[in-house]
């Protein structure tokens, strides 16, 4: 096991993401518990969009995003960028996405393998989980970023 600083990515991960994403475009429903949706971001270098699958969660009337693996390129396009877009099927949004604090994070952290099961899972495959509990993921806060997803007015 690899640890949470220096997980790699699972061979098969770009590839099943490029899967889910043209699904998720087409409306295709992907889980039964989860609404996964595709993100769009510019490159922080190049400004080109930049596309990858991810799993919004409720929580308290807001909805947050929890990145899976410390030092994904999507998350430092997310930092650098002003807005972002959601899309589902043919349903768009731009959203702003505002990093938490680690303090902040711990309360998402903690619900995120009962809304985002198939999300630890991944984790776990990836090396970044050992067992995948609550205190574990509460465990990384600081080190994997999580965003409120805000609507731009």
Do not use: C
Not at 115 to 129: E, F, N, P, S, T
């Amino acid at each position: 096991m690899t640890g949470p600083e220096t997980a790699r990515l699972p061979w098969w991960l770009n590839h099943a993401n490029k899967v889910f994403m043209v699904l998720l475009r087409l409306g295709v429903p992907v889980s039964r518990n989860e609404s996964p949706v595709v993100l769009t971001v510019p490159g922080r270098k190049t400004g080109k969009p930049r596309s990858t699958p991810v799993t919004p969660m409720h929580m308290n009337g807001k909805r947050y995003v929890v990145n899976g693996y410390p030092g994904a390129d999507w998350v430092r396009n997310v930092r650098a960028a002003a807005e972002v877009t959601l899309t589902q099927g043919r349903r768009s949004e731009t959203v702003r996405m505002v990093e938490l604090s680690a303090e902040d994070a711990r309360p998402i952290l903690r619900e995120f393998p009962v809304q985002v099961a198939d999300g630890v899972d991944i984790m776990k495959r990836a090396g970044v989980l050992k067992t995948g509990t609550v205190d574990e993921l509460v465990g990384l806060a600081g080190r994997l970023a999580v965003f409120r997803i805000d609507p731009v007015a």
